[in-house]
């Protein structure tokens, strides 16, 4: 972090939102996301289109359309409605259609949390539904990139125009995007209150799941190779892929994984039956009516969101994955546990992870993000002054202030993506690569979403991180992406990669001039030791 990122830092003046309401700040940035892609014009698709391209599936003929050498297939549903009878439920494959299904435009979008319709397209009950780019139907043997969209679980979809798949199509890989339900439609946990028979709990990741099983069915009708499908994803998105680690019922259906800058949060089946106690309680369901609760207008459940937030406390995402029967360990300690143990796995963060979020809400000692950083500092058994001093000996021109934000930074992402790799690289046969990206934006530093510049539809940040597109980035980490798909092995500046193993823990740095690093972390890896080698499940985290 330069002097110009420290003056940035000091006249930033108030805030957009308190980030007790973090989900609205997320709101903001994807406006951002949208705003900066179309001032600036960098949105895929353009040009000639030609829409009479259709392909069988296990559903029935669809009907895509192709542009700039990419076939694009939108809005294929997955799933029945998960609304009505099929609401808090796991999902229903979709029936069979007749004639040939349209797939010219995006579908709806899952009910979410105080958010523009305009970002996120219309959002309506039938909402499972996916989209694929692929550079050739003739092919068997293409990578498939199965992106698992971020949103702090409440929030986003598969077809935000960032995510617009032509780029990594031009790379010789059929990307898929999907949407999943979100905040209490995908995270409420009844088991307790309305079991029996099927689970009641987890949908979200059910979903994912559900989709993950129409791809591997029908990809190889798209070009695609169902024996190689990796999951990659960024924040809430990585987070529930490495969920997914730990699902049963995910085994078999992807061959590799990548987690990017992602936070990992799991709820246990007392605090989650209880906020599910509040909320029926809060919108006067009685007692065992499963049928009025699924008859509630999505709406309410959206609107009581703050309140169920402020009833959380010290929690910033009340719908989190619920460590129950479909995900029956912290997705933090699968790898430790040798659940998932086959595949191979690219994980990694950002330098400056929280700068972000502090220019976007004040991170003092109040906010949820200062808290769930101490409360990791707590367990490890050592203190804030021991990581500053760590910090400052690193770099000296650092400010106290500075130095809090990347612990804070650090302990959000970077810590649970090392013990992850951590554990995969000792209990799996599968490879293990870890990154860590630098890319220097004039005011935030690598801060938390740039490296979503991978979709080459611009910087979702530019707005706000005084950086404008980087085409060598963006190349660079889709090439890695793609690379990894393809052989396993992630590809970057002939840099000779390695995999990340004890003792030497190769790190690769990705930046304008990318480097592969001997344990980067270590001073603070020791340090923070418990929290590193410990279950996260018996620690409470």
Not at 59 to 84: H, I, K, M, T, W
Not at 133 to 149: E, K, Q
Not at 212 to 233: A, C, K, M, R, Y
Not at 285 to 313: C, H, R, W
Request: negative net charge.
């Amino acid at each position: 972090m330069g002097q110009q990122t420290r003056e940035a830092f000091r006249t930033i003046g108030g805030v957009v939102a308190s980030f007790a309401y973090g989900l609205y700040d997320l709101n903001r940035r994807h406006f951002l996301y949208l705003s900066s892609l179309l001032t600036t014009g960098i949105l895929s698709g353009c040009g000639p289109v030609s829409s009479n391209h259709i392909v069988r599936t296990s559903s029935g003929e669809v009907r895509g359309q192709s542009r700039n050498d990419c076939y694009e297939f939108l809005g294929l549903p997955f799933a029945e409605a998960p609304f009505g009878p099929n609401r808090f439920l796991p999902p229903i494959k979709r029936k069979s259609w007749a004639g040939v299904f349209d797939a010219s435009s995006y579908g709806q979008c899952c009910p979410q949390v105080k958010i523009d319709q305009s970002e996120v397209g219309a959002i309506g009950p039938d909402c499972l539904n996916l989209n694929i780019w692929t550079p050739d139907l003739g092919s068997s043997n293409l990578p498939v990139l199965f992106w698992v969209h971020g949103g702090d679980h409440g929030t986003g979809s598969g077809s935000l125009p960032l995510y617009n798949g032509k780029s990594f199509a031009d790379e010789g890989s059929v990307l898929v995007t999907a949407n999943r339900r979100l905040g209490a439609e995908g995270f409420l946990f009844l088991d307790e209150l309305f079991g029996g028979g099927e689970p009641r709990e987890n949908f979200a990741i059910l979903d994912l799941i559900c989709a993950l099983e129409w791809v591997h069915e029908n990809i190889g009708s798209f070009g695609g190779d169902p024996n190689n499908l990796t999951l990659f994803g960024h924040g809430e998105g990585g987070a529930l892929i490495q969920a997914m680690t730990s699902a049963p019922a995910s085994k078999g259906l992807f061959r590799r994984v990548i987690v990017q800058s992602s936070p990992q949060f799991a709820c246990r089946r007392k605090s989650a039956s209880k906020t599910a106690r509040f909320v029926i309680d809060r919108l006067g369901i009685p007692k065992n009516d499963f049928e009025a609760l699924q008859k509630v207008d999505p709406i309410a459940l959206t609107n009581l969101y703050p309140e169920v937030q402020s009833e959380e406390g010290e929690l910033d995402r009340p719908y989190r994955p619920v460590i129950s029967e479909s995900m029956p360990i912290h997705p933090a300690d699968a790898g430790h546990a040798g659940l998932g143990h086959d595949h191979d796995l690219l994980i990694g963060s950002s330098a400056e992870e929280a700068s972000i979020f502090a220019r976007l809400s004040d991170l003092d000692e109040k906010s949820v993000f200062y808290r769930r950083a101490d409360r990791i500092i707590r367990l490890a058994g050592t203190s804030w002054d021991a990581l500053r001093k760590v910090y400052g000996e690193l770099d000296v021109s650092l400010t106290t202030r500075e130095i809090d934000l990347l612990i804070m930074g650090d302990c959000w992402f970077r810590v649970p993506a090392l013990r992850i790799a951590e554990g995969h690289s000792i209990k799996s046969p599968g490879k293990t690569y870890v990154y860590h990206f630098n890319w220097d934006s004039s005011l935030l530093g690598a801060t938390h979403g740039l490296d979503l510049m991978m979709f080459g539809n611009g910087n979702p940040l530019s707005e706000i991180s005084g950086s404008a597109f980087s085409e060598n980035i963006s190349s660079l980490l889709r090439k890695m992406v793609v690379s990894f798909a393809r052989h396993g092995e992630p590809d970057l500046a002939d840099m000779g990669w390695r995999e990340f193993d004890s003792p030497n823990r190769l790190t690769a740095e990705i930046s304008e001039s990318s480097d592969l690093l001997v344990d980067p972390f270590n001073k603070q890896r020791i340090l923070l030791g418990r929290v590193m080698t410990d279950s996260w499940q018996v620690l409470g985290l």
